[in-house]
């Protein structure tokens, strides 16, 4: 799924805030509006998925621990029908849930409680990569090594003619290391070309997105053709 069309205050972006918290809510989207997005709101994942469909938003926030569909639950469905971008918020702060939250595809994780401050410069800066792929910054269509990305579109074209559909990080991570291929790049050289220069990330974040892709584009993940780890330093598209 594209990108949509550049905004504008008169069109503002457009922001789901999925939580069952009824006062976290009101906190977030009044923080939001007040930076100027557009807000619209959902209590559990099954009004998320109507919602998602129906308003085509820019961003989702998503509260994991809900009852009925989870959060974890609602964003596999999306995965599997949107190229939205999602950032996980949630009270349960530990690194196995941040690592299946991205795991599962959200661009971003966030444990409450937060700083406002916190909150809106992780939405700012998941705007702004979506942002750039519309203004056609690193959008450009690549073809290395028998694959074919189309980043406007989310899509992977295989050598065997199988296309993959990818979240939009995923797209970002693929086409960074396509654009470099042969050339090992480092932890820090990704995290800034795909997540922002600013963007501390969490341990292991990179490899999670790495072993996302192996599954997807590789015809044994476990024996990679294509995205090669160099131990310690980074990884490398083979050629």
């Known amino acids: 799924m594209p990108s949509k069309n550049l905004h504008s205050p008169q069109n503002p972006m457009r922001i789901l805030v999925v939580d069952d918290d009824p006062p976290s ?43 009925g569909l989870d959060g974890f639950a609602t964003l596999r469905e999306l995965r599997s029908r949107f190229a939205i971008p999602v950032i996980f918020l949630s009270a349960k702060g530990e690194t196995s849930d941040r690592v299946a939250g991205l795991e599962l595809g959200a661009d971003d ?36 090594g028998g694959i074919h990305l189309d980043p406007l579109t989310n899509r992977a074209e295989l050598a065997n003619g199988r296309v993959v559909e990818l979240t939009p990080i995923e797209t970002r991570l ?21 997540w922002g220069a600013n963007y501390g990330g969490y341990p292991n974040q990179i490899a999670v997105y790495i072993r996302r892709l192996r599954t997807k584009i590789e015809e044994n993940p476990d024996e990679p053709q294509y995205l090669a780890t160099v131990r310690g330093v980074g990884y490398r598209f083979e050629v």
């Open 174 to 194: 693929l086409h960074t290391l396509m654009r470099n291929a042969g050339r090992v790049l480092t932890h820090d050289q990704l995290l800034n070309s795909v």
């Open 109 to 144: 994780y966030l444990s409450k409680p937060f700083e406002p401050s916190e909150l809106l410069a992780r939405v700012k800066a998941v705007l702004r990569r979506t942002e750039a792929y519309a203004l056609g910054e690193s959008s450009d269509r690549i073809e290395t």
């Open 25 to 67: 809510v009101k906190m977030t989207s009044f923080l939001l509006r007040e930076e100027g997005y557009e807000v619209i709101a959902a209590t559990n994942g099954g009004d998320a998925l109507i919602l998602a469909e129906q308003e085509d938003p820019d961003l989702i926030l998503l509260d994991v621990m809900m009852p």
